[in-house]
């Protein structure tokens, strides 16, 4: 595609429900990571594969977050039973192996 | 882990220059700079390696000192558009994990 897609674009979630967001890279890139930004700071690192292993998920705040690139293109990251403080814009961005991080538009959650 | 950026913010006049910087205690393998602009996805602006070499873009230009842990983003005469927030990103040995500070915000006024 022309870019990282990601959707919704938008998502608000009563507190316990659960979320998927779905992350739709650029064609060939073989790295997918995931960023949570807060308001007014800077993006935080969650996750990231290459191809479809998963190779860091020490930034994933806890085992209600879980992430999946099952075939090494589409990603969905995945909160569990969310809470207020997993409100934030969650930004998706591939790369060609190590080089310049393409970002899509993010997914604005609001927990409820 | 996280790199140290300075300052918090800058607020300049069409034309004048700026320095950003970006710090860390560890050592780096390489270091990307972005731009966001509100509401936006960030942008990629240039990528550093270990080697303190300096790359430009336009009237953007940056800098690593490997031995300091450290880079810079220089812009010169500044434009309108030049207005975001610049987040450096570091990586350690050879990752592809890039780690953001937490962003230094550029308004520039006509």
């Known amino acids: 595609g022309a870019g990282v897609s990601q959707s919704p674009r938008y998502k608000v979630a009563k507190r316990g429900q659960d979320v998927a967001l779905r992350c739709d890279p650029i064609?060939?890139?073989?790295?997918l990571f995931w960023y949570q930004q807060a308001l007014g700071q800077g993006p935080e690192f969650l996750t990231y594969?290459?191809?479809?292993?998963?190779?860091?998920k020490s930034g994933l705040p806890s085992d209600r977050f879980f992430a999946e690139r099952p075939e090494g293109s589409v990603s969905t990251l995945k909160i569990q039973r969310t809470q207020q403080e997993d409100s934030a814009v969650y930004l998706c961005?591939?790369?060609?192996?190590?080089?310049?991080?393409?970002f899509g538009s993010g997914t604005q959650l609001s927990v409820l | 882990q996280q790199p140290v950026q300075s300052p918090q913010a800058v607020i300049l006049r069409e034309g004048e220059d700026a320095v950003i910087n970006c710090s860390s205690s560890?050592?780096?393998?390489?270091v990307h700079w972005y731009r966001q602009k509100h509401g936006e996805a960030p942008v990629f602006l240039m990528i550093?390696?270990?080697?303190?070499e300096q790359k430009g873009h336009e009237k953007i230009s940056a800098s690593f000192n490997e031995k300091k842990q450290q880079s810079s983003l220089y812009l010169t005469a500044s434009q309108l558009s030049y207005s975001g927030t610049y987040f450096c990103g570091t990586a350690q040995g050879g990752s592809e994990k890039l780690v953001f500070g937490k962003g230094t915000k550029l308004t520039v006024n006509p």
């Open positions: 594969f290459q191809n479809e292993a998963q190779l860091d």
């Open positions: 961005a591939s790369s060609f192996r190590g080089a310049k991080l393409f």
């Open positions: 560890k050592a780096l393998y390489s």
């Open positions: 064609s060939g890139h073989v790295s």
């Open positions: 550093l390696l270990k080697g303190g």
